[in-house]
């Protein structure tokens, strides 16, 4: 994952570990060499390894993002989301590192047993299933998509039930729910990628064609 704050800082971000990032305006201006900068992520943190002990591949994105987002850079993560057993609960929090790049500040919280709890989640029917694939909005403080998937058992197999994009609006305790379409969602978006095809009506979503241009063949419901 990678993306560009304060205009000219590119950072390369690992979610395992953290993220390097390079001034390219002093680059320019002094004609130097191009200086890098190691950022670890926030220390109460889980280091996951790759592999976990009994060799199942992680991919940090199903739990994990970070992106610049109204003039900082914001790391959201679910953890406790490795670990969990169907039906536990944990926490989805926001970091925000400082302007100076020193430390990394908790910005908002948010327990996913309350998505359980909402309404609409109960109406459908879905089991207490972790979300993924968490997604900050590059708009809103404290606004996290996430992606639902209703897979259930069926005898001895697997049943797919269907995908909804969710809005999570952690200071407001704002649970929305948005249909998927018939495509699996099994990539990560980016939020520039929600930003750039953002459209509002009202307080009503508006639904946005396939993201054909970032290769994901998805439909995403905005705010």
Known sequence: MSFLSEGSTLCWVDLFKGLLVCDLSRVLKYN???????????????????YTPEGWQLRAEQFRSMSYVQGAIRFVTMDGYVEHQPGDEFELTVWTL???????????EYNVGKIWENETHQAIGMPKIAPSLPVLSMYEDGVVYLVFTDVRVAGCKLEYKGQYLLRVDMGNNKVQFYPGST?????QFMASDFSAYQKVSGEHPVLILPL???????????P
């Not at 191009?34 to 790759?50: D, G, K, S």
């Not at 054909?212 to 905005?222: A, G």
């Open 32 to 50: 130097s060499d191009p200086e890098f900068r190691f950022i670890p992520l926030p220390h109460v943190c889980p280091a996951y390894n790759v």
């Open 98 to 108: 400082s302007s100076d790049l020193s430390k990394w500040d908790q910005t908002s």
């Open 183 to 187: 495509k699996w969602i099994h990539s």
């Open 212 to 222: 054909k241009e970032f290769h994901l063949h998805s439909t995403v419901l905005l």
